[in-house]
C-alpha cells in the first residue's frame, strides 16, 4: 500500500510501474469487451497511432499557438475535417475542446453571451432540452447562471416538439436536441427543433457528441439516419466528440459554429493584470498538445474510409446484439436506436435483478432507471468479438432471474462517479 503521507525519498521508476500495474488488477477489462462505456476502441493500429501521435507531442502546450504553429495547424485542419463532415457553412468556425461537456459548456456559453447583446431584458436565460439530453447541459447552465427546462420525451423517446415549443418562454435563449441522445440511443427530431429555433429565433444546439463520428459513416453505409447537422437551417452550433468515435485519445471533442460573426462571444479575453492580454478560447488555460496532436493523426491516419470500414463492423455487431436480444425471451430493446448504443428493458423481469447475474459473469453492467433496464453503453471494434458470448451470458442471467424469481440487492444506476 502506498503510504498516504508524502514521501521524503522518491521510489526507483521500475518499482512505480509495477505499482501501477498492481493497482489496475481491479479495472474492468475493457479490451475483452466487459465495458459499455468510458472507453472507444478503434483497433490496435489505430490505438497505435493515437499514442504515437500523443507521446511526440506530450509536452507541447496549445494555450501558445504562436509558439506551436504545429499544434495551431492540427487544430485548424481538424476543426475543418469536422465542419466538412458535418456539412458546416463556410463561414463556420470552431474550438478544439477537452471532451462533450466542455463542447457544451462553450455553446451554451456563446449562446448566453450573445443573448446578452440581442435580448439584454433577459436576466436569467433558459434552455429548452428534451429530458434526455445529457446532464452537461445543466452542467453549464448552472455554472453560467442560466436555467433548463427538462421537458418530458414521447413514447419513442424522442424530443417531443410541441412540449418543447410549450416551454419556451420570454427567457429561452436556446433549444437543444440530441443525436442521439445517451440514454436511450435514438436521434431527436432535430429538422423539427431547428424549425422551431427559426420560427422563435432561438440558438438551437445539436449533441453529436456520440454520433457525431460514428452517424455520418453510418449514412455512407446506407443506414437510415435523419439529417441532423449544419445541413439543416437553424442549427447554430454542434459538439462532437473525437474521444468517443473519433477514436483518438481522451480529452478531445469538437464545438462547431455556424458563423464566425459569434467568436467574440466564444473567447474570453482579459487584459487587467501585470502580464498583458490574455486570451483562450477554452475553459481550460493550458491544454494538451498530444490531445491535439493524436485527433489529427488519427482523422489523417484514418480517413473517410478507414472510418466507414470500424463503422461498418460496429454497426454489425450492434445489428447482431439487436437481434440477439430481441430473441430472448422477456427482454424488449429500448426504442429505435439509430446507432450503437443501445438499451434493452423487460415487462416482467427485475433488469436490476439480471444485471447482477450478468455482473457475476465478469461483464461491467450498467442499470439504467427510465424503463429500468440495462444500458449497453457505446459499442466500438471492442464488443465484435464478444456480441455471441454475452447474449449467451445474458440468456443465463434472464432464466436465472425468472426461474429463481430473483430480485436485485442493489438498484445503483449511476453513471460516472
Ligand atoms: C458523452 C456525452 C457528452 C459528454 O461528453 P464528455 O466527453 O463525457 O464530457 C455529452 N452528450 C452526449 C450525448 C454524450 O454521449
Known sequence: MTPMHFQEAGTDAAQVFAEMEEARQGDVDWRRGRLGAYVHFGGEDVLEVAKGAYLRFFSENALGQKAFPSLRKFETEVIAWAADLLHAPA??????????????????????????????HVTRPEIVAPVSAHPAFDKAAHYLGMKVRRVPITADFRADVDAMKAAIGPDTVMIV?????????????????????????????VDACVGGFLAPFAVRLGYPIPAF???????????????????????????????????PHLVFEFDNWPRGKYSAPTFGGSRPGGAIAAAW??????????YVRIAKQIMAA??????????????????????????????????????????????????????PGIHLGMLTL?????VDEYLVDLAVAVDIVRTGKLTAGSRDVSYGG
Not at 436536441?177 to 432561438?202: C, M, Q, Y
Request: glycine residues 10%; proline residues 5%.
Open 91 to 120: 463561414d463556420a468556425m470552431g474550438t478544439l475542446t477537452s471532451g462533450g461537456t466542455e463542447s457544451i459548456f462553450l455553446a451554451v456559453k456563446t449562446a448566453r453571451d450573445l443573448a446578452r447583446v440581442e435580448r439584454p
Open 382 to 386: 471492442a464488443h465484435v468479438p464478444i
Open 318 to 371: 450492434r445489428d447482431r446484439m439487436i437481434e440477439g436480444i430481441g430473441a430472448i425471451d422477456g427482454l424488449y430493446l429500448v426504442g429505435k436506436p439509430e446507432l450503437a448504443v443501445l438499451s434493452y428493458s423487460s415487462h416482467e423481469l427485475d433488469m436490476f435483478a439480471v444485471a447482477e447475474r450478468l455482473g457475476d459473469k465478469g461483464w461491467f453492467v450498467s442499470p439504467m432507471s427510465e424503463p
Open 229 to 263: 447537422d449544419f445541413a439543416l437551417d437553424g442549427v447554430c452550433s454542434m459538439s462532437a466528440d473525437l474521444h468517443k468515435y473519433g477514436f483518438t485519445a481522451k480529452g478531445a471533442s469538437v464545438v462547431l459554429f455556424a458563423s464566425e460573426a459569434w467568436r
Open 297 to 306: 493523426a488519427v482523422m489523417r491516419y484514418l480517413g473517410v474510409d478507414g
Open 177 to 205: 436536441g440530441s443525436a442521439p441522445a445517451f440514454p436511450h440511443g435514438v436521434f431527436d427530431p432535430i429538422a423539427d427543433i431547428a424549425a422551431l429555433a427559426r420560427e422563435r429565433d432561438l440558438w438551437m444546439h
